[in-house]
């Protein structure tokens, strides 16, 4: 599973205490953000502290999700800069019978860039 444990803007000492999640894909396939919280089909395992909002799955920090699998998607917050991650959750064999596999745990401490103000473009006389 992938738990979202912390999140924060670099420079400011607050905790975020939401995420959003967007454009999930796992081992390499986009996955719905139905599938990606493990309401439906089954791509999700142990779930906690998510919603599905939309396009997105929104994270109550500390939320997690997931299975084992190579997972890919988008992180945003309100005044952060997007970031990608990528996480691989290796499965391990869950015991008994059937070859179930589970994930050994990813923990992610997020740290986002903050989101500038503003742009100050320049351009030199006779550019325009």
């Keep these: 599973m992938i738990r979202v444990e912390s999140a924060r803007i670099a420079g400011a000492g607050t905790a975020l205490p939401t995420v959003d999640i967007r454009n999930v894909s796992r081992n390499g396939q ?10 439906s089909g089954s791509v999700g395992g142990t779930i906690s ?13 500390a939320c997690s999700f997931g299975q084992p699998g190579r997972y890919r998607f988008d992180v945003s917050a309100p005044g952060a ?9 290796p499965g391990r064999d869950a015991g008994g019978c059937g070859g179930i596999l589970t994930g050994t745990p990813v923990t ?11 742009r100050h473009v320049t351009r030199e006389a006779g550019s325009w």
Aim: aromatic share 6%.
């Design 108 to 118: 992610l401490h997020l740290t986002f860039q903050p989101v500038q103000a503003s």
């Design 30 to 39: 986009p996955v719905t953000p139905w599938e990606a919280a493990g309401y």
């Design 49 to 61: 502290g998510i919603r599905v909002e939309a396009d997105r799955l929104v994270c109550d920090v």
């Design 81 to 89: 800069a997007v970031q990608s991650v990528e996480v691989n959750i």
